[in-house]
């Protein structure tokens, strides 16, 4: 729009290529700043709003012990990449469902008490 309307300047009137600038400037600027004022007094809902939040999309989801969890620490299968787990002891080729997230470590707990 910023681009349309000092383009249609330029051709109807005598404007310096800096000035020409200038305007495409403060153009660009109040379309980014309305649209913004825009989107933040009209948010629109996502379709998906675990989108980009991978550890938050596995919860719920039962999930096979790859390392046997010890001490509290041992690693699940989910697809075909490792997660490391904390939570209850678990041996290997158990079934897990991930409770919980921390950052990139999942928390789980046996089949029976979810």
């Known amino acids: 729009i910023a681009a349309g309307i000092t383009g249609l300047l330029a051709a109807f009137l005598p404007i310096a290529f800096p000035f020409q600038l200038g305007i495409f400037a403060l153009l660009a600027f109040a379309a980014v700043y309305s649209g913004r004022s825009y989107y933040e007094r009209n948010p629109v809902a996502s379709d998906d709003p675990k989108l980009n939040e991978r550890t938050a999309r ?11 969890i010890q ?3 041992g690693r699940v299968k ?13 041996p290997a080729g158990s079934q897990v469902v991930v409770a919980a997230a921390d950052g990139s470590c999942l928390i789980v707990e046996p089949v029976a008490a979810a």
């Open 71 to 73: 001490n509290g620490q």
């Open 58 to 68: 596995l919860i719920g989801q039962t999930v096979t012990v790859e390392t046997a």
């Open 78 to 90: 989910i697809g075909d990449s490792l997660w490391i787990a904390r939570g209850p002891d678990a």
